[in-house]
Structures are given as C-alpha cells and as structure tokens.
C-alpha cells in the first residue's frame, strides 16, 4: 500500500526522530499565523500594539503554565510578532518524563497480552506537541469568535535548547524581535 502513494500524502514529521520530546528541556518554539496573515497586531515605532487576537495569544500563553501545573512547565522569554509567535517554554522533570533508573523497565514486558510501552503514532500526551496543539486549540476558538479567518499554520518550528550559550542567543533574539521587525524572516510590508 505504501508504494500506492509513494509518500505524495504523507508529510513527513517536523520533530527530530531521535528525541522524546516529553524530556526535562528548554525548546524554542515559533508558530505562524494561517499565510502569516497579520493577525497579532502591529508594529510600529518599534512598538508592538497587540490586537484583540494577540491579547487572547499572550493570555492563552500564560494560561497554558497553570492548566499543565503537572508537567513542570517554566514560561521563559517569549513575544507576540503580527504574523507570529516566538517563545522558550522549559518542560521540567515531571511524572510523564521520569527515566527509570531500572534496566529492566526499558524492555517492553508484555502484561496480560499488552505491551507497557505505548507506541508512537499518534497524538502523544504531556509532550511540546501537546502543548502547542492545546494553546493553538484554545486560542483558535477564541479568535475566531473576533475574525472567522483566524487561523494557524498547521505545524510548529521547534528547536531543542543545548545549552546555555544557546538559551541566551535565543532569548536575546526573542527580546529584541519587535525592533527588528523589518529584517526578520517573517516580515511583511502591508502598507
């Protein structure tokens, strides 16, 4: 069956393969708006003047901390573009992340017939993705009760944070990407 499609209607995974991304770590997550519409906000001065769809964003954003208390999250640095949305989110260690310290635990035992691991396909729960696909979800709902056009692009970009050279780069660029708005990848002249 897979030779049928010869991969036209599978698009392949953004995520690393090699990662877990339910682990103790810092990700730098940026997500678009639908065609980068401008839908945020705008800038202006070097100031960014948030839209009533941006407001919902940077409530959702906070919001998403305490609706997951029991994954660990710590909100870092992060900031509302017109177009899109940069953040560090940390996933501390939590109960969903805990690798055992047993050997054995780590080979699949079969248990009345079922197999203890859980198998990788689908939506995986207390993870970055469903994270990202709950304040979507949230902030989707809400918005378009504003503008029916609302909406997001269907993935995210994320980036695991190896180090604190790196963490540092990143929030700098995070805190300094309203005033340059006019070089980033994602700017758009709607004048």
Same mark, same amino acid.
Request: proline share 4%.
């Given at each position: 069956?897979?030779?049928?499609?010869?991969?036209?209607?599978r698009i392949p995974t953004?995520?690393?393969?090699?990662w877990n991304y339910k682990h103790e770590a810092a990700y730098f997550i940026t997500?678009?708006?639908?065609?980068?519409?401008?839908f945020l906000g705008d800038i202006a001065n070097r100031k960014m003047t948030l839209s009533a769809i941006g407001q919902i964003v940077d409530e959702e954003w906070k919001?998403?901390?305490?609706v997951r208390a029991d994954m660990n999250l710590i909100m870092d640095?992060?900031? %509302?573009? #017109?177009n899109h949305f940069h953040a560090i989110v940390i996933i501390g260690e939590n109960k969903y992340n805990v690798r055992s310290k047993d050997a054995m635990d780590s080979i699949a035992a079969p248990v009345s017939g079922i197999s203890r691991r859980s198998n990788g396909f689908g939506s995986q729960s207390k993870s970055l993705s469903a994270i990202i696909r709950g304040f979507k979800g949230v902030v989707t709902s809400r918005a378009r009760? %504003?503008? #029916?056009?609302?909406g997001w692009q269907t993935r995210f970009h994320?980036?695991?944070i190896r180090?604190?050279?790196?963490h540092a780069r990143i929030a700098y660029y995070i805190a300094t990407n309203v005033e340059n708005w006019e070089f980033d990848t994602f700017y758009q002249n709607i004048e």
């Open positions: 069956m897979a030779e049928k499609y010869q991969g036209r209607y953004a995520r690393a393969g090699w997500i678009c708006t639908q065609n980068r519409n401008q919001r998403s901390f305490n640095e992060y900031v %509302i573009m #017109p009760e %504003i503008e #029916p056009l609302f994320d980036h695991i180090d604190d050279f790196e």
